[in-house]
């Protein structure tokens, strides 16, 4: 069965960057349409960022173009996530998973932005 695991969430400051991690196992990764998802207090989940089978092609949120940036290594079995210029709305847990047939959600990663 597919299993996705994130981390290198943390707190950070207004401004700061992060890079969170998401390694996969049981699944075929280099041939799965990747997706980031964050699920804010209050709210529900919501993709973040999407990146193809061979990351050639990103999509972004309106809320994160230009801050965040999606990529993957296929040797690895890991996508990633660079977030820069962290605001405070990008508070939340975050989450990956494949596009098709997705996998029971992990624990994500918390990432707060705060002063």
């Known amino acids: 069965q597919a299993q996705f695991v994130e981390s290198g969430g943390g707190l950070v400051q207004p401004g700061g960057s992060l890079r969170l991690s998401c390694a996969a196992s049981g699944s075929s990764f280099a041939t799965e349409i990747m997706r980031w998802y964050r699920q804010a207090p209050g709210k529900e989940r919501g993709m973040v960022a999407s990146?193809?089978?061979?990351?050639?092609?990103?999509n972004y949120a309106n809320s994160v173009k230009g801050r965040f940036s999606i990529s993957r290594d296929n040797d690895k079995n890991i996508v990633y996530l660079q977030m820069n210029s962290l605001e405070t709305e990008d508070t939340g847990v975050y989450y990956c998973n494949r596009l098709f047939l997705p996998a029971p959600w992990g624990q994500g990663t918390q990432v707060t932005v705060s002063s």
């Open positions: 990146i193809d089978e061979v990351g050639v092609n990103r």
